[in-house]
């Protein structure tokens, strides 16, 4: 069964699956806001280098979860992405590893326009950051172990990004697409998710009438249906079930909070242990 629970380490709590990390090897976390050394608007474990925070700050706040999670020796593979709210899934082999791993100017960027990340190398963490976008994890543990992290806000729900991936990470690992298992992460709820409503009939028309609730989009319920529509099951799906918006205490929040900090999705096939 499919469970995120909470784990907490050197002061920073993440939302990761302790089964899938003990049977596969593979760790997945959902980073909540407290910790860190950013201040401010950004206070706490901000890990996005583009939302004004101070990069020294970032860049320690990124070495501290990675120590957390006990993968600090992946400090420097760590591979973040440009996100462009579009569809594009980067593969990341040897010339992506490290691609945006510190915020510092000057540092190698970030893989360019994409809004997923995906590898079958060891000891690659893939980093995606939000403040109220759907985070999304996808495994894939046979035949080959495969990851990909990805980024849906409104347009790439739309666009169908959560499909995407699936596909994408299915064929990289050569199984069929309801062999994957899907983790999403805290996001915007329906609550608090108010859009115009030529927009949410937009979703109604492409996903059906769970994309609404109230007068409000689901994007959560939208992500669900993408990732089911293209042959991963919802019972191999499992949801945080928080909304960011009303929980600015834990995680960021750009419709409640305007300029914030970004929590972060991560996921990592672990290598041998060192
Ligand atoms: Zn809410």
Not at 122 to 146: E, G, N
């Amino acid at each position: 069964m499919l469970l995120l629970t909470e784990r907490t380490s050197a002061g920073i709590t993440v939302l990761t699956d302790e089964r899938l990390r003990a049977e596969h090897g593979v760790l997945v976390a959902f980073s909540k806001r407290a910790g860190g050394f950013s201040t401010g608007d950004y206070a706490g474990l901000n890990l996005a280098a583009h939302v004004g925070d101070d990069a020294e700050l970032v860049d320690a706040n990124r070495t501290a979860l990675l120590a957390s999670l006990g993968i600090a020796h992946d400090r420097e593979r760590l591979t973040t992405a440009h996100q462009v709210h579009g569809t594009a899934i980067g593969q990341v082999g040897e010339d992506e590893i490290g691609a945006g791993a510190f915020a510092e100017e000057g540092s190698r960027p970030s893989v360019r326009d994409a809004d997923g990340l995906m590898t079958v190398a060891s000891d690659v963490p893939l980093m995606l950051c939000f403040a109220d976008c759907v985070p999304i994890i996808l495994v894939a543990t046979k035949p080959v172990v495969a990851v990909v992290v990805a980024h849906a806000g409104w347009r790439g729900a739309l666009a169908g990004i959560a499909g995407a991936a699936a596909r994408a990470l299915a064929a990289r690992a050569g199984c069929e697409t309801a062999d994957l298992v899907a983790y999403v992460g805290p996001h915007i709820g329906a609550c608090h998710y108010e859009v115009a409503p030529e927009l949410l009939s937009q979703f109604v028309h492409t996903f059906g009438t769970i994309a609404a609730a109230q007068g409000r989009l689901d994007l959560g319920a939208v992500v669900s249906e993408s990732l089911n529509g293209v042959g991963v099951p919802i019972s191999s799906q499992c949801s945080a079930n928080v909304c960011t918006a009303e929980r600015t205490d834990v995680f960021f929040s750009h419709r409640a909070e305007g300029p914030t900090g970004r929590h972060g999705a991560l996921a990592c096939i672990l290598g041998d242990p060192r």
